[in-house]
């Protein structure tokens, strides 16, 4: 949207004033909560030169780099399949080269996903919510297009001309932090209207993006690293902390600097998102259903971390005073002697013996102070701080078997049932981050599907159409599908495979179980579809309903239709053709063939014989008649 009118641009910037100042007051304590947990988890302050040292058990560092990789550990696998799974050549060639596409920009642990994820699973453990930006990146160049000119004589004809286009596109995750990420004050994500994210710019980045607009932008904003530095140098690497807001109510996109005059600039969505944000709904930990901030599982089980903490200070300090302390007699130097100057192996002489071994020896010479009592009561504080972990395990659901400790009483199966409840807890935070990751690949997916140039779309998905000239129109329809929003939603479905580690032998047992159920199920099937062909459609919805409740049977289920429909094809050319005939009746009526040729020949013969014998008495009655004559 330009704006046209200064009072407007104005008007926006008192009315965005007041809304992040508002939303600034709501996420306030919030991001105190945060920064004091970011703090604990990274023990700032902590250094061998410190007194402090040995006096924390950081059991919260523990705790999150033990569930790190349990939710998120590689990059999902982008699926795109028809929603139907019917004959729609036009959706197949969509699906497939919007999966390619997507798998081009996910893959990998060199890619921004990849790195995005690592970032939003670390706050999300952190702080209960973690957070993505989707953005489409674009570079322009020069190309040669073909276009519509005319010749010298005026008749129209295609020319090569040097156009300006899109010659790179990707469509860019950004993991954003909890301080640079806000909205409305609300209860749910549905409620949400608005949703804005910072970006920080210097003053050549604020001009080149907004122009004049930026020329009285105050520079608000100073890296923490920098602000110890003197003045001057502070002053050449301020920035602007510039708000991109998304406005669902009005269905613009704003950017605001708080502090500044007016609006620098507002403008339409330059994408249609399916749910208008280019942001998923954060994969969100504690929540209750009257506010959308989040409660850090720190704050649930920080009492039990701090009494640890207290414990491990106690037990440092006590095993300080656990020590070879004591007295000796002066007059004895060669006491001293012994802890001074001796070495392993080694005696110490002793100048006057007689008068040493005469006041009772060593025995005799020195004396230590008692540690029973410290040892006692370190033994206390170790069971003390034991049983504090074990009620933090218990709160925080870290349990035994998650971090590898098991009792070699246990049977398997005890062992086994234990690791699958202890396991419950940590599932329902492995699917909020397989639907986080599930959203925002979703959000590429619109970003690819509508704004990407078929040329660049075909290469990147490794499309090669162009030397398929009948496969062209079909590409070409399937580019249409793509960029049709209401269309592409209902045609096509984009899910994920798991972003955490499977267990081999387990997929490995799996798949081989599979194989085991479908080939018994073929074996079975076939004699009865042989001879029951109506019994088709109830053998093949068995088998489909099989394959879908094993993973990786999804894969098999297009393969699998295509066979049923070929089999259904044959069956149905087979009806028709005319029915074989009886073999009896093929007996009889040869037989009956024979018979008939048999007769038609006795006739013949018989007919031959009548006319030979009336040949020969023909000949008999003209030599009759001759001899009369004579």
């Known amino acids: 949207m330009e704006i046209k009118e200064p009072d407007e641009a104005v008007k926006l910037q008192e009315h965005w004033e007041t809304e992040v100042m508002g939303a600034e007051r ?30 924390r058990f950081n059991i919260f560092w523990s705790n999150i780099k033990t569930l790190e990789p349990s939710l998120y550990i590689q990059p999902p696998k982008p699926v795109v399949e028809r929603t139907f799974l019917d004959a729609d050549p036009i959706g197949r060639v969509a699906s497939e080269t919007l999966e390619r596409a997507l798998k081009n920009g996910t893959a990998g642990r060199d890619k921004p996903f990849d790195a995005m994820m690592r970032e939003a699973r670390t706050d999300y453990l952190l702080y209960a919510r973690g957070i993505a930006w989707v953005r489409g990146e674009y570079e322009m160049g020069m190309v ?61 980045e604020l001009e080149k993006r907004f122009g004049d607009a930026a020329k009285d932008v105050p520079l608000n904003f100073t890296p923490d690293v920098l602000k110890d530095l003197e003045d001057k140098k ?30 620098l600039d507002a403008q339409d969505p330059p994408i249609k998102f399916d749910g208008f944000f280019p942001c998923p709904k954060p994969a969100f930990g504690t929540l209750t259903n009257s506010t959308l901030i989040p409660v850090p599982d720190y704050v649930e089980y920080q009492d039990q971390a701090e009494e640890i903490n207290l414990l491990t200070k106690r037990i440092h300090y006590i095993t300080k005073a656990i020590k070879a302390n004591g007295v000796y007699n002066g007059a004895q130097k060669e006491i001293s002697r012994i802890f001074d100057e001796s070495k392993e192996n080694e005696l110490v002489p002793v100048a006057d013996w007689n008068g040493f071994t005469a006041n009772g020896g060593t025995n005799g010479q020195m004396d230590f102070v008692p540690v029973e009592g410290f040892v006692k009561v370190l033994a206390a504080l170790v069971t003390a ?13 870290i349990s035994d078997i998650m971090r590898g400790n098991s009792d070699s009483r246990e049977t398997a ?11 419950l807890r940590i599932q329902d935070r492995q699917y909020e981050i397989q639907r ?28 090669k159409y162009a030397d398929d000239p009948a496969m062209m129109p079909v590409f070409d329809k399937a580019v249409e599908l793509l960029r049709d929003g209401v269309l592409r939603n209902f045609r ?49 919805e068995l088998i489909l309903l099989t394959l879908r409740a094993y993973e990786g049977g999804r894969q098999l289920e297009t393969v699998i239709e295509e066979a049923f429909k070929q089999v259904a094809a044959g069956i149905e050319a087979a009806k028709q053709q005319p029915p074989a005939p009886d073999p009896k009746m093929v007996e009889a009526e040869s037989k009956v063939a024979v018979n008939q040729s048999q007769a038609q020949k006795n006739t013949v ?19 009759v008649a001759v001899d009369r004559v004579q």
């Open 413 to 423: 199966k005890a062992q086994s049932i234990k690791a699958n409840f202890g396991s």
């Open 436 to 463: 986080f990751a599930r959203d925002v690949v979703a959000l590429m997916a619109e970003v690819i599907a509508e704004t990407f140039p078929p040329d660049i779309l075909a290469a990147q998905a490794g499309v």
């Open 26 to 55: 709501y996420f306030k304590d919030y991001w105190s909560r945060c920064e004091a947990i970011e703090k604990t988890y990274r023990d700032e302050g902590k250094s061998r030169g410190n007194t402090r040292v040995g006096t």
């Open 144 to 204: 040669e297009q073909e276009v519509e000119g005319v010749d010298e004589l005026g008749q129209p004809v295609m020319v090569m001309q040097q156009t300006e286009a899109v010659i790179s596109a990707k469509a860019v995750p950004e993991f954003v932090g909890y301080r640079d990420f806000m909205h409305n004050p609300c209860r749910t994500w549905s409620e949400v209207k608005w949703a804005a994210k910072a970006a920080y710019m210097g003053k050549k």
């Open 492 to 540: 096509i479905d984009i899910e994920t495979d798991s972003t955490i580690a499977l267990d081999k032998a387990e997929a490995k047992a799996s798949a081989n179980e599979l194989l085991g159920v479908v080939s018994n199920m073929f074996k079975e099937s076939i004699p009865l579809v042989q001879s029951a062909p109506e019994m088709l459609p109830v053998v093949k």
């Open 234 to 263: 502070i002053s050449k690497k301020k920035q602007a902390q510039v708000w991109e807001i998304w406005c669902k109510v009005s269905n613009k996109v704003y950017w605001f600097v708080k502090g500044n005059s007016k609006i």
């Open 605 to 623: 013969d018989a007919q031959a014989t009548i006319a030979k014998t009336q040949m020969e008495m023909a000949r008999t009655a003209q030599g």
């Open 385 to 397: 701080r034991q049983q504090a972990k074990a009620d933090l395990y218990e709160i925080s659901g």
